[in-house]
T-cell receptor, first 111, second 117 residues
Framework: SQQGEEDPQALSIQEGENATMNCSYKTSINNLQWYRQNSGRGLVHLILIRSNEREKHSGRLRVTLDTSKKSSSLLITASRAADTASYFCATDYRQGGKLIFGQGTELSVKP | SAVISQKPSRDICQRGTSLTIQCQVDSQVTMMFWYRQQPGQSLTLIATANQGSEATYESGFVIDKFPISRPNLTFSTLTVSNMSPEDSSIYLC??????????????FGQGTRLTVV
């Protein structure tokens, strides 16, 4: 069963605004990863944060991890219409690449 | 990194038939993973394909319905057997990074969009 929960399930913003998505999980993890999926196509890896890290940046993306609360957030700054996609968090709770996915957030960025 | 080729990219199948999905990786990997994404849903792990041993299935998935082969370290197949419309989904294969710690990102194929009519 899925152990990750994400909120919001859907988010609609204007271009230029920031988008924040949250992810919660249930058990101890080795790392947490964020992926993007456009229109039901393959997954694009965005960023990985290890359990001993608290924050990571990649371009317009900022990810935080709070292991005490078992939660993570993904912030996309200065959003663009091209950011419109579904975003999933995925937890690797034991080494080897087996992932448990959250329910996903559907982001819509309007020009 | 790893490049994964998955085929077919999509198919429309009659109920009661079977479809075999192929996954080819450009490097040798220890474990390969098969996921299902039902319409409008997230990804659910079906099984882990291990080279040289039987696949390990997650709760709710059985070998008779989703037989998996793993003949070598770069290739795997997933068969969806005796299909029904409820099997209409995107099926994705995945591999993990192969760094020393293996604490790295996973890589995904482009998926197979299956429609059962």
């Amino acid at each position: 069963s899925q152990q990750g929960e994400e909120d919001p399930q859907a988010l609609s913003i204007q271009e230029g605004e920031n988008a924040t998505m949250n992810c919660s999980y249930k058990t101890s993890i080795n790392n947490l990863q964020w992926y993007r999926q456009n229109s039901g196509r393959g997954l694009v890896h965005l960023i990985l944060i290890r359990s001993n890290e608290r924050e990571k940046h990649s371009g317009r993306l900022r990810v935080t991890l709070d292991t005490s609360k078992k939660s993570s957030s993904l912030l996309i700054t200065a959003s663009r219409a091209a950011d419109t996609a579904s975003y999933f968090c995925a937890t690797d709770y034991r080494q080897g690449g087996k992932l448990i996915f959250g329910q996903g957030t559907e982001l819509s960025v309007k020009p | 990194s790893a490049v994964i080729s998955q085929k077919p990219s999509r198919d429309i199948c009659q109920r009661g038939t079977s479809l075999t999905i192929q996954c080819q990786v450009d490097s040798q990997v220890t474990m390969m993973f098969w996921y299902r994404q039902q319409p409008g849903q997230s990804l659910t792990l079906i099984a882990t394909a291990n080279q040289g041993s039987e696949a390990t299935y997650e709760s709710g998935f059985v070998i008779d319905k989703f037989p998996i082969s793993r003949p070598n370290l770069t290739f795997s197949t997933l068969t969806v057997s005796n299909m029904s419309p409820e099997d209409s989904s995107i099926y994705l294969c995945s591999v993990a990074g192969q760094g020393a710690s293996m604490n790295t990102e996973a890589f995904f194929g482009q998926g197979t969009r299956l429609t059962v009519v």
